[in-house]
Nanobody, 123 residues
Framework: QVQLVESGGGLVQAGDSLRLSCAAS????????MGWFRQAPGKGREFVAA????????DYADAVKGRFTISRDNAKNTVYLQMNSLKAEDTAVYYC????????????????WGQGTQVTVSS
């Protein structure tokens, strides 16, 4: 059973930074691509960023390029999302997710999801 537990959300001012963490357990973390999604109030869930199993490749939504950075520490079974220059429109619940099959890029089936962490940016 794969478990993903997010942390690091909170209430910040526009222009501030936050780093989200996602601790994974239940399988060999270093074999799977990981991603972050978000869901704002009244909107659907949207892709934010993804990183390959080795950390050598990544992808970002246009809305966050240049402001957010996804990274991973396979020794700690953790993926991170560094969020800089936060805007009010970044307010959402952020979800960590993992691809199903190992060693695949780009990820195509996010089979595992965390419970989410709330990020609120006040303007």
């Amino acid at each position: 059973q794969v478990q993903l537990v997010e942390s690091g959300g909170g209430l910040v001012q526009a222009g501030d930074s936050l780093r989200l963490s996602c601790a994974a357990s239940g399988r060999t973390f270093s074999s799977y691509s990981m991603g972050w999604f978000r869901q704002a109030p009244g909107k659907g869930r949207e892709f934010v960023a993804a990183i390959s199993w080795s950390g050598g490749r990544n992808d970002y939504a246009d809305a966050v390029k240049g402001r957010f950075t996804i990274s991973r520490d396979n020794a700690k079974n953790t993926v991170y999302l560094q969020m800089n220059s936060l805007k009010a429109e970044d307010t959402a619940v952020y979800y960590c997710t993992a691809d199903g099959p190992p060693s695949r890029w780009p990820p195509r089936s996010y089979d595992y999801w965390g419970q989410g962490t709330q990020v609120t940016v006040s303007s």
